[in-house]
């Protein structure tokens, strides 16, 4: 199911309209897709080891509440905030300050992830804090996506609302 860009994501209630949440690919609409956004951000911190696993616990706390309710959209973004966990601690691990790619993000192209053409800046020294703590989001993060209310959540939602 690609993720649909073309919503208006400042005034849709995907508690409301679950048909036109699509799960896409990775971390597609994290950011975007409220009011999950905005009950998951807060606790998202990946600074250290402690805070990683302080937030990956709440967000997995939320994660099976989200399932307990039949709330595969909100279980969907805590999953792809875990995730999001995992990938940022990694990027800030390889690359001192986060920067991962040469240059601006081209204007058509702003809140899509990739490189877009740009170069990859080298990497640094590994930061073993930052590593530790994407370690921490990647076990939670596999396990969310293992979970079996998960995985037959995302089937119903599938078979329900098409691929």
């Given amino acids: 199911m690609p ?12 508690r409301q309209h679950p048909e036109l949440y699509r799960v896409g690919k990775g971390e597609q609409g994290v950011l975007l897709v409220q009011p999950y956004k ?17 937030s990956s616990e709440q967000i997995y ?32 691990a ?3 300050g986060g920067k991962k790619y040469d240059g ?4 058509d192209k702003k809140g899509q992830s990739g490189a877009h053409g740009r170069p990859e800046l080298p990497r640094a020294e590994e930061d073993p804090l930052k590593a530790e703590a994407a370690a921490i989001f990647k076990r939670k993060w596999d396990e969310a996506k293992l979970h079996p209310r998960y995985v037959q959540q995302r089937a119903e939602f599938e078979a329900r609302y098409g691929k």
């Fill in 3 to 14: 993720f649909d860009y073309t919503l208006d994501f400042r005034t849709v209630d995907f």
């Fill in 38 to 54: 905005g009950e998951i951000l807060p606790y998202w911190r990946f600074r250290t080891p402690e805070l990683a696993r302080e």
């Fill in 61 to 92: 706390a939320l994660f099976e509440a989200y399932l307990e309710k039949h709330d595969f959209v909100g279980a969907d973004m805590a999953r792809k905030f875990l995730q999001m966990g995992f990938t940022r601690a990694r990027r800030y």
């Fill in 94 to 96: 390889n690359h001192k």
């Fill in 104 to 107: 601006p993000v081209p204007d």
